[in-house]
């Protein structure tokens, strides 16, 4: 009975690759809460540490001008699909994020103040929806540059998956 269970556990394992792990566990202050207090991770997972992301210009001709990385909810939303590609490629989406680092700049037409209310209308759209319900701890800090000119946002993550077997 016992390897029956264990094979169907590691069958529906494998059809659903893009299912974050089960036995991840992450708690929430509030079930509505966008982030996870906490993230605990056992044994048998490998942890993958995805560097820091900027935005892609939105106008590629102009990008030495602030203009033309758009404002922070665009530009996170950039940010956003240059890590989901990153994930994928290593077989990874978002449900498998268990940790999130962003990096806002003063918007300067907001008095230099970070667009928190721009950055979190893009990423509620991947995070704690019904379609992806999980969401990572979080850190947000807002910082006095980046390294290109316009940059708003930057965005590093820490994502897990089970190790392949030895």
């Known amino acids: 009975m016992k390897a029956i269970l264990a094979a169907a ?4 394992f494998i059809a659903m690759p893009a299912m974050a792990a089960p036995d991840v566990s992450r708690t929430y202050a509030t079930p509505d809460a966008i982030i996870a207090s906490t993230v605990t991770v056992p044994q048998g997972y490998e942890t993958i540490y995805f560097s820091g992301a900027t935005a892609s210009p939105v106008t590629p001709a102009t990008a030495t001008t602030p203009a033309a990385y758009g404002n922070t909810e665009v530009q996170t939303e950039s940010v956003l699909a240059r890590l989901e590609a990153a994930l994928a490629i290593q077989g ?6 268990v940790k999130m680092t962003v990096f806002l700049v003063g918007d300067p037409a907001k008095e230099g103040k970070m667009d928190f209310a721009g950055m979190m209308a893009a990423y509620r759209k991947h995070f704690g929806t019904p379609a992806q319900p999980n969401r990572p701890s979080r850190s947000t800090v807002q910082v006095v540059s980046l390294a290109g000119p316009g940059q708003l946002v930057e965005i590093e993550i820490v994502a897990v998956r089970r190790a392949p077997p030895q």
């Open 92 to 97: 990874l989406t978002f449900a498998d994020v």
């Open 9 to 12: 556990l590691a069958a529906s």
